[in-house]
């Protein structure tokens, strides 16, 4: 992507039941009768492709990291499914994203958008998707949420100028799960992922992009 919107301003207007998150601070929620609209406000540049909305009967789970360079802590802002034993399952699992965000600013800089936030809103993904600020994922597991999270520096700060560049998005956020397993879990339990990882594209007799 060789230009960028240089902000973005999102207003979403649902039923008074439902949560709307979105890129960027939540700048304000307006109310009428039945509804609610939530203005979203992202005041970095952008690719047209990491804007997102996701709607749901969300309820919010936030924590904060302190990432090297930050100047105040950063915002994890996350909107999961509103079901009595949702965050019981998944807490531990959301909690790591400080573990990580933390580990990715002391090997990659400064995470980009820290004046802000980082995110995740969760829709029936069979995956996640790299929303600046906001990713979209299915479900909660180290390797997708370091994924996702890790394509904050490599995709949207730094972007593919064509699909030639994908290896930028998709290379760099696959090797940050092994060095995320590395730093966080054990160096044994990278190996075996890496080693598999191997194995699964040597696999495709017709090669692999």
């Known amino acids: 992507v060789k230009d960028k919107a240089d902000s973005v301003q999102v207003s ?12 960027g601070v939540l700048d304000s929620i307006s109310t009428t009768p039945g509804f609610k609209t939530f203005h979203w406000m992202h005041r970095h540049p952008i690719a047209y492709y ?12 936030n924590v904060y990291a302190n990432p ?20 019981n399952e998944f807490q531990a699992d959301i909690d790591e994203t400080v573990d990580m965000i933390e580990l990715f600013a002391d090997l990659f800089g400064p995470y980009p958008y820290d004046d802000e936030k980082y995110g995740h809103c969760l829709a029936p993904l069979s995956g996640g998707m790299e929303h600046q600020t906001m990713t979209t994922q299915g479900w909660f597991d180290a390797s997708l949420t ?17 699909w030639a560049d994908i290896w930028i998005n998709e290379g760099f956020a696959s ?9 966080l879990y054990s160096f044994n339990n990278a190996q075996q992922r890496m080693n598999s990882n ?5 696999q495709q007799l017709g090669g692999s992009v």
């Open 12 to 23: 979403i207007k649902v039923p008074d039941n439902l949560m709307a998150g979105s890129n």
């Open 50 to 61: 990491l804007i997102s909305v996701a709607v749901s009967d969300y309820q919010e789970y």
């Open 68 to 87: 090297a360079g930050a100047t105040s802590p950063v915002l994890i802002q996350n909107f999961i499914y509103n079901h009595p034993n949702y965050l």
């Open 146 to 162: 370091a994924h996702e999270l890790a394509h904050q520096w490599w995709g949207n700060y730094v972007t593919c100028g064509s």
């Open 175 to 183: 090797y940050s799960e092994y060095l995320m397993f590395s730093n």
């Open 198 to 202: 191997h194995n699964a594209v040597m």
